[in-house]
Nanobody
């Protein structure tokens, strides 16, 4: 059974930093067969893409609002994807979700989601 477990959320002051991690387990294929993404959902708003990274880690993509502040990375040996968040703003407050997108043929195109971790940026 596929599991994605996010960790690292919490309360931080504006201008501060947090590092999120998403540990994956239960995949049929190796972790490098999955593109990984971070999404977030603020209260009263739709879920939005924050950043994503290709299966091998060679390419990344960021939402305009986090470019230059957030960094996505992955360690395929540890089945983990990370999101380093710097210069946090109150508008970054949201539940952050990890998503895996399968490029493994038997489950090609399937998405798997974690349950999320809450990030609150406030004084």
């Amino acid at each position: 059974q596929v599991q994605l477990v996010e960790s690292g959320g919490g309360l931080v002051q504006p201008g501060g930093s947090l590092s999120l991690a998403c540990a994956a387990s239960g995949f049929t294929a190796t972790f490098d067969m999955y593109a990984m993404s971070w999404y977030r959902q603020a209260p009263g708003k739709e879920r939005e893409l924050v950043a994503d990274i290709t299966p091998g880690g060679g390419s990344t993509n960021y939402a305009d609002g986090v470019k230059g502040r957030f960094t996505i990375s992955r360690d395929n040996a540890k089945n983990t994807v990370y999101l380093q968040m710097n210069s946090l703003k109150p508008e970054d407050t949201a539940v952050y979700y990890c998503k895996a997108h399968s490029y493994y043929h038997p489950t090609y195109g399937m998405d798997y989601w974690g349950k999320g971790t809450l990030v609150t940026v406030s004084t």
